[in-house]
């Protein structure tokens, strides 16, 4: 199935930094979540968006769902090493009639202590 | 305490069986499903079920089959015919966002 455009696909930054990931994509989403999954766990849930234009914070993270609706990005401000792990993106298109989830690819996030 | 639990957490398969991964939610979602990843992949659709009683394939369903007879409990079964079955396999409830359990991983001996 169709996949969104996530970047980076990886990074490799000095504890403390800030750091910015987007995923995007050429057709419109309803619904914009950020997981964050860890090796050898289910991804969990870190933010949720619902509005074209709604920037929403969880601790040191903040999302924004894209005011075109086809992109969304993810925020870390101050990163700390157990923020390592692979964040994926993932929408739900427009005129979905099965509430399945579009996946991004995953930023693979490794932090220097 | 309200989530979604799968079982076992390793499985391993032998050449030929049939092995079942069992997922248990108590979201009260009605909306279930079940994802494979391979290594350093995302995830790929197996089956999804949006009521009880009722489910639809996915993108990679061939080899595996799935049954919802009751809300809270969607198991998936990886049969004989799935020949390349080593995976983490995830499953997943949606409500108004869509949450995933801790996952199962499956071996081939």
């Known amino acids: 199935g169709q996949q969104l455009n996530q970047s980076p696909q990886s990074m490799f930054i000095q504890e403390g930094e800030d750091v910015s990931m987007n995923c995007t994509s050429s057709s419109i989403f309803n619904t914009w979540l950020w997981y964050k999954q860890d090796p050898g766990e289910g991804p969990v849930l870190l933010i949720a968006l619902y509005k074209a234009g709604e920037l929403t914070s969880n601790g040191r993270l903040t999302a924004q769902f894209g005011i075109t609706r086809k992109d969304s990005f993810l925020n870390i401000s101050a990163s700390i090493p157990s923020d390592v792990g692979i964040y994926f993106c993932?929408?739900?298109?427009?005129?979905?009639?099965?509430?399945?989830?579009?996946f991004g690819g995953g930023t693979r996030l490794m932090v220097k202590p | 305490d309200g989530g979604i639990t799968q079982s076992p957490k390793y499985l391993f398969r032998k050449e030929g069986q049939n092995v079942t991964l069992s997922c248990e939610q108590n979201?009260?979602?009605?909306?279930m499903y079940w994802y494979r990843q391979d290594p350093g992949q995302g995830l790929r659709l197996i089956y999804y079920?949006?009521?009880?009683?009722?489910?639809q394939k996915g993108d990679i369903a061939e080899g595996y089959s799935v049954s919802r007879e009751k809300k809270e409990s969607f198991p998936l079964t990886v049969t004989s015919a799935q020949k390349n079955p080593t995976a983490f396999y995830l499953c997943a409830s949606s409500g108004e966002a869509q949450y995933f359990g801790p996952g199962t991983r499956l071996l081939v001996l």
């Open positions: 993932a929408g739900l298109p427009r005129n979905n009639a099965g509430n399945m989830l579009t």
């Open positions: 979201l009260n979602h009605d909306a």
């Open positions: 079920s949006q009521i009880v009683n009722d489910f």
